[in-house]
């Protein structure tokens, strides 16, 4: 059992959708089949339901890059594969609006919790086959969308 998310082996599928606002997760287990929740413990919420025939879970991170590691790693450490961050960013470019999409193929990493896990010149890329399908699934729905590199800054 897992002392912060309070879940253990079996109860998160291999993809997770990880927004930082608890607020977002009713909406995206809105999208899921059978949505379960498995446990709510400071804050952090965790649902596992399908997307089509496909297991998701849903665990909400709270705000700031030192909760999502701590999340992160203990969705790891139960089996999880792949992390899907979703929330809302500040845009630096003119062209970007509120609620446009942006799907990121790399992060500057400008922030603190980060480079206790990798040296600071160490790249942060996105799976390429996970970014792929992402880009495709925003096509397949019409969404209007932007890629680029992002920035993480605490």
């Known amino acids: 059992m897992q002392y912060h998310i309070q879940c253990g082996p079996g109860d998160v ?3 997770v959708i990880v927004p930082g606002d608890q607020g977002r997760v009713e909406s995206i287990i809105s999208k899921l089949h059978d949505p379960e929740k498995v446990s709510e ?10 997307y089509e025939d496909y297991p998701v879970s849903v ?3 709270g705000m700031g890059g030192p909760s ?20 809302s960013v500040a845009g630096l470019q003119e062209e970007i609006e509120e609620g446009d999409v942006i799907i990121p193929h ?5 922030d603190g919790a980060s480079q206790y896990y990798v040296p600071q010149n160490f790249p942060a890329v996105a799976s ?11 096509k397949s729905l019409n969404l ?4 680029g590199i992002n920035w993480s800054h605490s």
């Open 13 to 15: 599928a291999p993809v």
């Open 41 to 50: 413990n400071r804050g952090l919420i965790t649902y596992t339901g399908y």
């Open 59 to 61: 665990t909400s991170t």
């Open 68 to 87: 999502a590691s701590i999340v992160y790693e203990e969705l790891i450490n139960i089996g999880a594969k792949i992390l899907i961050r979703i929330g």
């Open 106 to 110: 790399a992060c500057v990493r400008d």
């Open 128 to 138: 390429p086959e996970v970014y792929l399908r992402l880009i495709s699934a925003a």
């Open 144 to 147: 209007d969308f932007k890629t």
